[in-house]
């Protein structure tokens, strides 16, 4: 007699929904889940199974759960990109122009991706990050561009709908943070390449939102290498001035 095939359990299927939204991006990490009543609302199902799904992601590390504080996505797959090779960046800067590259090709397929696949959804997004862009450029509010910047970028990168991208570009800003927070206020102090930045954001939006990957991928790699070229600048002139500072110590003395 032929076996008939196994019927997953309910729970596997809400697991495997739950997880799904974990490497698509709807659940980033930090974000707290809904209610037990809620979630299993929204689900359709019963709170046992529910329980038992979110039990199979806490075992496999992409959930948490405390007493009183709710269930919480992880960063699970972020964490082992990021921790070491932040700290491998911090012992051998050099790796900031490989990351760079790296990042540059990862970018460019994103932006040409998300020109192909963008969803209204995804543009609606897209619009709103590049409009709080705007409002950063015209404000000089150089605190809070770090933030918005690296949201612009990652909502081109879930738009491209490859979960690899997405994640990989998560996991590559928070590497490059520090490095990337520099050098805004580098450019921030000069007003025309501040204004070039701002010109080639609103190049790759504008690509993106009239469906042209080519010029999209092309406004991306002109992106990047303009943060490259900024970046070497800005380590060149942190090494003048240490070096004068230096030899100023040394007249003194």
Request: charged share 25%.
């Amino acid at each position: 007699m032929p076996q008939r095939p196994a019927v997953p359990r309910l729970s596997d299927i809400v697991a495997n929904d739950l997880e799904k939204r974990i490497l698509e991006g709807s659940l980033k990490p930090g974000d707290r889940l809904g209610s037990e009543r809620d979630l299993a609302l929204e689900l359709g199902v019963s709170r046992p199974s529910l329980r038992a799904a979110i039990q199979k992601l806490v075992d496999k590390g992409l959930l948490t759960t405390r007493h009183g504080g709710g269930t919480h996505v992880t960063d699970r797959l972020e964490a082992h990109f990021v921790d070491p090779w932040q700290q491998m960046l911090s012992g051998h800067p050099a790796l900031q122009r490989d990351l760079l590259e790296f990042r540059q090709m990862l970018e460019s397929q994103a932006a040409s991706l998300a020109a192909e696949r963008a969803t209204e959804a995804d543009l609606a997004r897209l619009d709103a990050a590049y409009a709080e862009l705007e409002t950063m450029y015209a404000d000089g509010d150089l605190d809070s561009c770090i933030g918005i910047d690296a949201a612009f970028h990652q909502v081109i990168a879930e738009a491209a709908h490859n979960a690899l991208i997405g994640h990989l570009s998560a996991s590559l800003m928070k590497v490059l943070h520090s490095d990337v927070a520099r050098n805004l206020e580098h450019l921030h102090a000069q007003p025309p390449r501040w204004d070039c930045l701002q010109a080639q954001h609103r190049a790759i939006w504008l690509a993106i939102r009239e469906r042209k990957p080519e010029a999209a991928a092309q406004a991306a790699r002109q992106h990047i290498e303009f943060v490259r070229q900024s970046m070497a600048e800005n380590a060149q002139e942190d090494e003048r001035r240490g070096s004068a500072l230096r030899r100023l110590g040394e007249t003194g003395a």
